[in-house]
């Protein structure tokens, strides 16, 4: 199993920046492939960052490349989402992600179904 919880939500006017953090444990052969997710009420489930762990490659959906950037600490203990130039529509919960249920490549990651989940932390952008 993996564990994984969330932090550095938060409030901000549209054009700033906000980091998030995903604090993961558990399992090391269960956190190859990380991912961030948000979903906004009323919407679906948008995957917008993986990153593989062991080479640190990384991929971004396209409504948040160029302002977002998934990265992960010298020990692969904590997932960061950096964001910035943030927009209003950014709004939503946030959460991180851990293990895909079916094995994938590259950017399909942002698609899959994972096995763990933290409990989410909020942006809101105004």
């Known amino acids: 199993h993996v564990q994984l919880v969330e932090s550095g939500g938060g409030s901000v006017q549209a054009g700033g920046s906000l980091r998030l953090s995903c604090a993961v444990s558990?399992?090391?052969?269960?956190?190859?492939?990380l991912a961030w997710f948000r979903q906004a009420p009323g919407k679906e489930r948008e995957g917008i960052a993986v990153?593989?762990?062991?080479?640190?490659?990384?991929y971004y959906a396209d409504s948040v490349q160029g302002r977002f950037t998934v990265s992960q600490n010298n020990a692969k203990t904590t997932v960061y989402l950096q964001m910035n130039s943030l927009k209003p529509e950014d709004t939503a919960m946030y959460y991180c992600?851990?293990?895909?249920?079916?094995?994938?490549?590259?950017?399909?990651?942002?698609?899959?179904?994972?096995?763990?989940w933290g409990q989410g932390t909020q942006v809101t952008v105004s």
């Open positions: 992600a851990a293990n895909p249920r079916v094995a994938v490549v590259g950017a399909k990651a942002l698609s899959a179904d994972f096995s763990y």
């Open positions: 558990g399992n090391k052969f269960e956190r190859n492939c």
């Open positions: 990153i593989y762990t062991t080479g640190g490659s990384t």
